[in-house]
T-cell receptor
């Protein structure tokens, strides 16, 4: 079946504007993760969902970041009042469940550039 | 706590072997290995589980030493396609149901 999809693939915005990033996980996957990756860096955990609930929001960098997931499927990551330091690739991943043996499948990412 | 990967980077000639290590200060349930090519998303390589089970779909071998809380990824007879950054993710009792990712090992294969 289809893999994880993300939209848009690229987003250029001006400082101070709000942006919404979308993730469509693999059908049937109950777990969904958001990561941020700056150029040449590792994966920075932001938030994960188990179904529609987010047990761990500890990775969100500030209160300008929020995420929701509806219907146990699509998730949206919203960044309000964007800053230049928000520029990065935002990756979404999904897995069947949350556990030690569950493989995460990544989407292609959204490259966010804040001018 | 973030697992430590070593080396940070390695350059090989095609056909040479490499070992990438991932060490944790915590007791591990599993170690996950991913490869990320430039400009692409990370791709799953292998899971190593406490007790010795392995799951993977690549012709890449790995080991998991539970006592040392360490995993090693073995890349033998490297091919140009092996180039990329390798990340390990660890899952332990305290990780709150998420993988804790290492900083990555950059592998460059030259012809």
């Amino acid at each position: 079946g289809a893999g994880v999809s993300q939209s848009p693939s690229n987003k250029v915005t001006e400082k101070g504007k709000d942006v919404e990033l979308r993730c469509d996980p693999i059908s049937g996957h109950t777990a969904l993760y958001w990561y941020r990756q700056s150029l040449g860096q590792g994966l920075e955990f932001l938030i994960y969902f188990q179904g529609n609930s987010a047990p761990d929001k500890s990775g969100l960098p500030s209160d300008r970041f929020s995420a929701e997931r509806t219907g146990g499927s699509v998730s949206t990551l919203t960044i309000q009042r964007t800053q230049q330091e928000d520029s990065a690739v935002y990756l979404c991943a999904s897995s069947l469940a949350v556990g030690a043996t569950d493989t995460q499948y990544f989407g292609p990412g959204t490259r966010l550039t804040v001018l | 706590q973030q697992p430590v990967q070593s080396p940070q980077a390695v350059i090989l000639r095609e056909g040479e072997d490499a070992v990438i290590n991932c060490s944790s200060s915590k007791a591990l349930y599993s170690v996950h290995w991913y490869r990320q090519k430039h400009g692409e998303a990370p791709v799953f390589l292998m899971i190593l589980l406490k007790g010795g089970e392995q799951k993977g779909h690549e012709k890449i071998s790995a080991s998991f030493n539970e006592k040392k809380q360490q995993s090693s990824l073995y890349l033998t007879a490297s091919q140009l396609s092996y180039s990329g950054t390798y990340f390990c993710g660890t899952f332990n009792m305290d990780s709150n149901y998420q993988l804790i990712w290492g900083a990555g090992t950059k592998l460059i294969i030259k012809p």
